[in-house]
């Protein structure tokens, strides 16, 4: 029994000693980040760039990779199940911190390390270049005469954006029809093409198509006009106390060992620190906005217990 117990106690300081290399030798193979969304969308082009800045620091390759459904938890499903081994990265985009409370999933902040967020983006109510609504007073006593008439595509039920709208609906009492796409650059596609009346997605996925003259903002969801945006007005400007911003970082499976988390915060860091990085949110109307892992875990926590509340109040499922 005495060769046995001595033996058990070896095989976890082998164990141990193991892991510390693992950490010690981190990274030794390409790393994988996986976005919860499909390509195109605000979500799948920030940790595009981001990756590339992190594999200058790492000295592999950041591979991204798409898995999108369920409002993003198709993808934090497959990485909170990942081994935490700091090889298997998720975009955390703010569903992170929303899902539980919809009920598609029991995932929470707690199941994820949060590495660092890297930018806030505001909503913003978008419709066609050529629509009859010229203002959001005038879209909103079209909607208030035509109960459940205006068709708002969001990036999935439950999303942040889908939030937006229904906290615009529920605000000033008007019916909106809500309509899910997997993504925000499906849900733009259907209001380029006409199949919905408008999107409230971030202002940095429309703002190439606000640009070409096909598509026109309504309003902002943020407290402050975009310098991108300079015309467009914000809710609170019209009266309407609505504010709904989207954010986005990145985290690894919880029990991520320490040493390889300090890897990949500052690599994050790093390419979050490139004039890259700053140039590309600046195009995209995105807020330059960094927290290290510690402020982004107590953030994450802070926002899932106001969606636990708020959701629930909105009626949204």
Known sequence: MKKLAISAVLSVFALGATGAQAAAEFPNKP???????????ASDVTARVIAQGMEQKLGVPVVVTNKAGGSGGVGLEYVRSSKPDGYTLSYMPVESTMIKALGFTDIQPSDFTYLGRVMTLPAALTVQADAPWKTIQEFLDYAAKNPGKISVGSSGTGSIWHVA???????TGVKLNNVPFDGAAPAIAA?????????????????????????RVLALMSDVRSPRLPDVPTLKEQNIDVEVVGW????????????????????????????????????????????????????????FEYFSKLIPSLGIK
């Open 31 to 41: 790393v994988t980040i996986v976005v919860p969304y499909n390509p195109g969308g």
């Open 165 to 171: 709208s229904a906290s615009l609906a529920e605000k």
């Open 191 to 215: 209001l380029l093409g006409g199949h919905i009346k408008a999107v409230a997605v971030s202002a940095s996925e429309v703002l190439p198509s606000v640009k070409s003259g096909k598509l």
């Open 248 to 303: 986005g970082g990145f985290g690894v499976p919880a029990g991520t060992p320490p040493e390889i988390v300090a890897a990949l915060e500052a690599a994050i860091k790093s390419s979050f620190d490139t004039e890259a990085f700053k140039n590309f949110t600046t195009e995209r109307s995105m807020e330059y906005s960094y927290l290290d892992s510690k402020a982004s875990n107590a953030y994450a926590q802070s926002q």
